[in-house]
């Protein structure tokens, strides 16, 4: 029939089918992997800091004779520690320090004695009966530790004495009283002998535990404390303040509060050091 309008659908080759899927195919899996680049490449253009969900966190460590720096991507931390290079002692160093002597008030006042000594070096106008009196723990009862204590009295000439804890809480009470707050008390009790050596090369003398005369020390039990441990005294112990030495002669030089300015040899002098437990107190 003329003028009659005819539908009729046209076959499609099966090639085309197949070629136009897989161009589809192709576009999805560019896109894919296109967008999360072209995203990530905004970010960095923006500055923004990647977070750990766009990279896992990586921790460097890095450490040289001077400093340890430890980094994160994620939180960075950096800790650098510095090492002190040791202190190269002298052969020889002597501090000029006026003597103290404790005869005749305190016969057995060592400790405080010398205690004043460091302090007259210092340039604290006091002395060593104010010292007694106002600020030494003193007991005359038995029961306590010499590390608690002077056990007796220091005008008595048989009363014990005292250690180093006790000459440094004597320092800070006398430091309270006069509203000293520049000064830092140390008990350095323990420490080797050259470490000693290197206080008073840096210029601060040591109140130091040794022997009347280096005598061989006399380890003696005297009683229990209430928890019931012994508590023992070294007979002939003596207290000086070391002002210098001189590793070339072997000398030690101290302040003693017995005969004033002298010098012992000094390996004899260390022995009866460690002998008495190694006790000294420093003021800076």
Same mark, same amino acid.
């Given at each position: 029939? $003329?003028?009659?309008?005819?539908?009729?659908?046209?076959?499609?080759?099966p090639?085309?089918v197949?070629?136009?899927?897989?161009?589809?195919? #192709? @576009?999805?899996?560019?896109?894919?992997?296109?967008?999360? =680049?072209?995203?990530?490449?905004?970010?960095?253009m =923006?500055?923004?800091? *990647?977070?750990p969900?766009?990279?896992? =966190?990586? /921790? +460097?460590?890095?450490?040289?004779? =001077?400093?340890?720096?430890?980094? $994160?991507?994620?939180d960075?931390?950096?800790?650098?520690?510095? %090492?002190?290079?040791?202190?190269?002692?002298?052969?020889?160093?002597?501090?000029?320090?006026?003597?103290?002597? +404790?005869?005749?008030e305190?016969?057995?006042? @060592? /400790?405080v004695?010398?205690?004043?000594?460091?302090?007259?070096?210092?340039?604290?106008?006091?002395?060593?009966?104010?010292?007694?009196?106002?600020?030494?723990?003193?007991? $005359?009862?038995?029961?306590?530790?010499?590390?608690?204590?002077?056990v007796?009295?220091?005008?008595?000439?048989?009363?014990?004495?005292?250690?180093?804890?006790v000459i440094?809480?004597?320092?800070?009470?006398?430091?309270?009283?006069?509203?000293? %707050?520049d000064?830092?008390?140390?008990?350095? %009790?323990?420490?080797?002998?050259?470490?000693?050596?290197?206080?008073?090369?840096? &210029?601060?003398?040591?109140? *130091?535990?040794?022997?009347?005369?280096?005598h061989?020390p006399?380890?003696? #039990?005297?009683?229990?404390?209430?928890?019931?441990?012994?508590?023992?005294?070294?007979? #002939? /112990?003596?207290?000086?303040?070391?002002?210098?030495?001189?590793?070339?002669?072997?000398l030690?030089?101290?302040?003693?509060?017995?005969k004033?300015?002298?010098? #012992?040899?000094?390996?004899?002098?260390?022995?009866?050091?460690?002998?008495?437990?190694?006790q &000294?107190?420093?003021?800076?």
């Amino acid at each position: 029939m $003329s003028g009659a309008k005819t539908n009729r659908k046209k076959k499609r080759h099966p090639d085309a089918v197949y070629k136009r899927r897989r161009i589809v195919l #192709y @576009c999805c899996v560019a896109a894919v992997i296109l967008i999360p =680049a072209v995203l990530l490449g905004k970010k960095l253009m =923006a500055g923004d800091a *990647i977070t750990p969900t766009d990279a896992p =966190a990586k /921790e +460097q460590t890095t450490t040289t004779a =001077a400093a340890t720096t430890t980094t $994160s991507s994620a939180d960075i931390t950096t800790t650098t520690t510095t %090492t002190e290079p040791p202190f190269a002692l002298p052969d020889s160093h002597q501090l000029e320090v006026k003597a103290v002597l +404790q005869n005749p008030e305190l016969p057995t006042g @060592c /400790e405080v004695t010398s205690l004043t000594t460091l302090l007259n070096y210092l340039g604290y106008d006091v002395t060593k009966i104010e010292l007694t009196n106002k600020y030494l723990p003193c007991t $005359s009862n038995g029961g306590v530790t010499f590390d608690e204590y002077f056990v007796g009295s220091p005008y008595d000439e048989n009363s014990f004495g005292c250690y180093a804890p006790v000459i440094a809480r004597t320092a800070e009470a006398y430091f309270d009283a006069v509203n000293e %707050t520049d000064r830092t008390i140390k008990n350095v %009790t323990g420490a080797e002998f050259e470490d000693m050596l290197i206080h008073v090369a840096k &210029g601060n003398p040591v109140v *130091i535990w040794a022997t009347i005369d280096l005598h061989e020390p006399v380890k003696k #039990y005297y009683w229990d404390t209430p928890d019931g441990t012994p508590v023992y005294f070294y007979g #002939y /112990e003596h207290c000086m303040v070391l002002t210098g030495y001189d590793l070339n002669k072997n000398l030690v030089y101290v302040s003693d509060p017995q005969k004033g300015n002298v010098s #012992y040899d000094l390996e004899r002098f260390k022995l009866r050091y460690e002998q008495l437990g190694s006790q &000294g107190v420093i003021i800076y």
